[in-house]
């Protein structure tokens, strides 16, 4: 059965896991390549990959680490099956490399709770977050939960407040001197990257409807427990549980705000949606329901690429 293969972390999981992702991203590469590649696409495409892959044993690294899930891998199987139900989201470069440095971003705040190395992680996670901001410019609001990461873990020196924007100082700097230098437009770049649309008509097809429908269903049915469950987490970890609330919440507004809305831009909801599902899983008792559950997100794909 699906649930109790799952329910445990083992070393094969990674192997099984990783094999599917190669296959959900080469099938969908395959729809949008051209024929003949060349030797320099097929190493961008396989450096993509591996971004992609790292992606998910990055989340799945600071999730354990952090007690946020127990010792299971269903966190690892969301987040694939969710890339194979929106296999859109791997489609745009920019944002699959913008979410990887999120998610790294996301990996130094978390480990905040411990108040070790504060200064170090704040600045690793406002350079991250920077980062990601040049690959895709609405990553910017993810400072908010840098912010609200320092005030939930109760960080009261004015200095934390101060060190995130020389982080952020740091990767601007680096940016505007190397568009200097080729010569960009930087009034017209600039103004480029704040678009933002409210025009929702490019997702309107079947597979992407099927798809979001699916997945905002299962995580607001999910997240309804989860919100209920963090009082009876150990205190010095409820602030991070709901950190995670506050990622999904950043990530709705961004899919939201997206000036071209083509179902990539829910890659940034997959990280605490997979979060919040596997804290759901790990209450239901009922086997049944738990194994009814994880093959619907199985199955989906397969029913959505037949339409």
Not at 27 to 36: D, G, M, R, T
Not at 75 to 103: D, G, H, Q, S, Y
Not at 286 to 301: A, D, G, H, N, S
């Amino acid at each position: 059965m699906l649930s109790n293969f799952f329910s445990k972390s083992k070393p094969i999981h990674y192997l099984i896991l990783g094999f599917s992702l190669l296959f959900i991203f080469a099938a969908a590469k395959f729809s949008v390549l051209e024929p003949n590649l060349s030797l320099l696409m097929v190493s961008k495409q396989l450096g993509l990959f591996l971004v992609c892959l790292g992606s998910v044993f990055i989340f799945d690294f600071f999730v354990t680490k952090n007690k946020l899930t127990q010792k299971n891998s269903f966190k690892m199987l969301l987040f694939v099956l969710f890339i194979a139900v929106l296999p859109e989201t791997i489609l745009n470069t920019r944002i699959l490399l913008a979410n990887f440095f999120l998610i790294l971003a996301l990996r130094r705040m978390l480990s905040l709770r411990t108040h070790k190395m504060v200064k170090k992680k704040l600045f690793d996670a406002a350079f991250w977050i920077a980062v990601a901001t040049l690959f895709y410019f609405w990553c910017i609001l993810f400072f908010i939960l840098l912010f609200t990461a320092l005030l939930v873990y109760s960080f009261t020196d004015i200095k934390n407040y101060i060190i995130p924007l020389t982080g952020i100082a740091t990767v601007a700097i680096l940016a505007v001197s190397y568009q200097l230098v080729l010569g960009y437009d930087l009034s017209a770049y600039y103004e480029s990257q704040t678009d933002f649309s409210f025009d929702f008509t490019a997702l309107n097809s079947k597979r992407l409807i099927i798809g979001a429908t699916l997945l905002f269903s299962f995580g607001l049915w999910s997240l309804f427990y989860y919100l209920r469950n963090i009082k009876s987490k150990t205190k010095s970890y409820r602030p991070t549980f709901k950190l995670i609330v506050v990622t999904a919440l950043l990530a709705v507004v961004i899919i939201v705000l997206a000036p071209s809305k083509d179902g990539s831009e829910f890659i940034f909801l997959f990280a605490p949606l997979a979060i919040i599902m596997t804290n759901y899983l790990e209450l239901i008792s009922e086997k049944w329901f738990k194994e009814t559950f994880l093959w619907i997100l199985v199955l989906t794909p397969i029913f959505i690429s037949l339409l």
